[in-house]
């Protein structure tokens, strides 16, 4: 085996999906992200699986697949209803794209946001 006196480093992309060469890259990086999310929701308004699941009119060992990243057969649509369920607004906006191609990507409001401005 060849020695070697340094490890290569490698950037990501920022997507670990594509970086992997995995089709649909871009679509598992945003269904990962709100996954990621729906974990802080169910955190953060302390529920267990179970009554979690139960809003989001799902079976609890299904709801601990999905958080464990099993998501491939749920769809973006299935996954923001789950969001919604949960007492969150989805707000999807478009905006021109600085490149060729746009992107998606998921930018949860801060918490104590507040959509009306000050007079």
């Known amino acids: ?18 970086d992997l060469g995995l ?3 871009e679509d598992h990086a945003l269904k990962a992200d709100l996954v990621l999310r729906l974990r802080d929701i169910i955190a953060g308004q302390g529920l267990t699986q179970t ?5 989001m009119g799902l079976k609890q060992p299904n ?3 999905l958080l464990a990243g099993h ?7 299935r996954l923001l209803r789950m969001l919604t369920a949960l007492g969150e ?8 794209a600085n490149a060729a191609a746009g992107q998606l990507r998921l930018q949860p409001r801060e918490p104590g946001a507040c959509d009306i401005a000050a007079a």
Do not use: K
């Open 51 to 55: 009554a979690a699941a139960a809003r």
């Open 23 to 25: 089709p649909d890259a």
């Open 89 to 96: 607004d989805v707000t999807i906006q478009t905006a021109p």
């Open 71 to 77: 998501f491939r057969g749920v769809s973006v649509t």
């Open 63 to 65: 709801l601990s697949r």
């Open 1 to 18: 085996m060849p020695e070697t006196s340094e490890d290569e480093v490698l950037t990501g992309s920022g997507n670990v999906f594509a």
